[in-house]
């Protein structure tokens, strides 16, 4: 994607939502639709709900459980949104207990190497683990939320397993396509030990090496893991694409339809959209990695716009808004050059930019911010008479306008096209 050519600063001004009471049709496949109540973000993905994140009457208890159980669902169990949702969430809610026990391989840049994270109701969503490195040395990880474990107590650890693992007390999880560079290992999950490799020749490795050291060998390394992972663990080997878009369309039209009513949503021109949504074969996309990194070293997503509408090859560049905020799931909406377009940040990490319909043109700029931390969902839309910043001008003082005044959300928006949004 070729450079933006300037970001912007811009103050978003708050709108309050009246909730709409529905008109009695699935706005995803137009069945007359009666009583049921949809939320717009997961439950799962929210600590405290909100009247406006519900829509009445108007998505059908079909479509909600495809959205369910076929897209969110999925997350929890196989993605990196599980371990987010569960590490924001705490301990409010203990949100995924429900899960049976699914490893989840993330990547640490911080050691340069997958961990696996636990998803279900235990303690520590990290779990101890001693893996085999490439340079064939033994390295405990250990999650300690306190930092006050000691080495001693880790080397104890260390024997247990060893003792363990010599007299065949393990279960296995053989699986060759875990990436390459995944270094094989032994993970703790609620007392027991899960023996974790690609290969057999892997097994045999990692068996006789943890065999054949005692508590002297110093060759037992230990890492303690940051438990602050949010930032540091971002790249999973197996993540669908197909179905994050699906989750990021899915969320922004809703709230789209509960911000401008439902007879706009239910309008034709949606109809391929909607197709791609509700056919799309649910394949498992793993993406590229190199060395733990995925797309653009630091993205599960592709850079650029996904379209679920044919588009011009004139329009790559639309600009591109981001929240300020941490800790927040940030949407935009917008159209431009008759595109609507949604932008979509969950737990402010993984951006996905789609393009929706085309002959759509809204009036307005729409922002919906959760802001994890405080519990809030506001709704925020960009003034035709707004102030725009340019960064060359005062950064800090634009900043510090904005995060004073409560009823403004703060936005940069990186501009890939020419400015039309700004001139409007
Ligand atoms: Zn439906």
Same mark, same amino acid.
């Given at each position: 994607?070729?450079?933006? #050519?300037?970001?912007?600063?811009?103050?978003?001004?708050?709108?309050?939502?009246?909730?709409?009471?529905?008109?009695?049709?699935?706005?995803?496949?137009?069945?007359?639709?009666?009583?049921?109540?949809?939320?717009?973000?997961?439950?799962?993905?929210?600590?405290?709900?909100?009247?406006?994140? %519900?829509?009445?009457?108007?998505?059908?208890?079909?479509c909600n459980s495809y959205f369910g159980n076929k897209i969110e669902d999925w997350f929890y169990k196989y993605s990196p949104l599980g371990t987010w949702a569960n590490q924001l969430n705490r301990p409010a809610n203990n949100i995924l207990s429900n899960l049976?026990? %699914?490893?989840?391989?993330?990547?640490?840049?911080?050691?340069?190497?997958? *961990?696996?994270?636990?998803?279900?109701?235990?303690?520590?969503?990290?779990?101890?683990? *001693?893996?085999?490195?490439?340079?064939?040395?033994?390295?405990t990880l250990h999650y300690d939320?306190?930092?006050?474990?000691?080495?001693?107590? %880790?080397?104890?650890?260390?024997?247990?397993?060893?003792?363990?693992?010599? =007299?065949?007390?393990?279960?296995?999880?053989l699986d060759h396509k875990l990436p390459e560079n995944f270094s094989p290992r032994i993970i703790i999950y609620k007392d027991k030990l899960i023996l974790t490799t690609r290969t057999l020749e892997d097994k045999a490795r990692l068996v006789s090496k943890v065999s054949a050291e005692d508590?002297?060998?110093?060759?037992?390394?230990?890492?303690?893991?940051?438990?602050?992972?949010?930032?540091?663990?971002?790249?999973?080997?197996?993540w669908s694409l197909q179905r994050y878009f699906i989750l990021c369309a899915k969320i922004g039209f809703e709230f789209l339809s509960q911000i401008i009513g439902q007879e706009f949503s239910q309008h034709?021109?949606?109809?391929?959209?909607?197709?791609?949504?509700?056919k799309a074969r649910l394949d498992k996309i793993i993406i590229p990695f190199i060395d733990g990194k995925g797309y653009l070293v630091n993205r599960l997503t592709p850079p650029g716009w996904v379209g679920y509408v044919k588009t011009a090859n004139s329009i790559s560049g639309f600009p591109i808004m981001t929240g300020q905020?941490?800790?927040?799931?940030?949407?935009?909406?917008?159209?431009?050059?008759?595109?609507?377009?949604?932008?979509?940040?969950?737990?402010?990490?993984?951006?996905?930019?789609?393009?929706?319909?085309?002959?759509?043109?809204?009036?307005?700029?729409?922002?919906?911010?959760?802001?994890?931390?405080?519990q809030s969902l506001r709704f925020f839309k960009l003034e035709k008479n707004r102030v725009i910043i340019n960064k060359n001008l005062d950064f800090? #003082?634009?900043?510090?306008?904005?995060? =004073?005044?409560?009823?403004?959300?703060? %936005?940069?928006?990186?501009?890939?096209?020419?400015?039309?949004?700004l001139k409007q």
């Open positions: 994607m070729e450079e933006p #050519k300037s970001t912007y600063i811009i103050g978003f001004e708050e709108i309050f939502i009246k909730e709409d009471p529905g008109n009695g049709r699935c706005i995803w496949c137009n069945k007359a639709q009666k009583f049921n109540t949809a939320h717009i973000l997961s439950k799962k993905i929210i600590r405290k709900n909100h009247p406006s994140n %519900v829509l009445k009457r108007s998505v059908c208890t079909e049976k026990y %699914v490893p989840n391989f993330l990547w640490s840049d911080q050691i340069k190497e997958w *961990i696996i994270v636990h998803h279900d109701k235990v303690k520590d969503i990290l779990a101890t683990q *001693i893996l085999l490195n490439a340079e064939n040395r033994l390295l939320q306190s930092g006050s474990k000691q080495v001693n107590d %880790v080397f104890k650890i260390n024997l247990s397993i060893r003792e363990k693992l010599i =007299n065949g007390e393990f279960t296995e999880y508590e002297n060998s110093s060759d037992f390394q230990l890492a303690h893991i940051n438990p602050n992972i949010l930032d540091k663990l971002t790249i999973q080997y197996s034709r021109r949606f109809d391929d959209f909607k197709k791609g949504i509700h905020k941490k800790n927040c799931h940030s949407i935009f909406i917008y159209s431009m050059q008759g595109y609507l377009l949604f932008d979509v940040k969950l737990f402010a990490i993984e951006p996905c930019q789609l393009i929706i319909a085309k002959n759509c043109n809204l009036n307005e700029v729409y922002h919906i911010e959760y802001d994890i931390t405080e800090e #003082k634009a900043l510090d306008t904005i995060r =004073n005044d409560q009823h403004l959300s703060m %936005v940069t928006l990186r501009d890939y096209s020419p400015p039309s949004l």
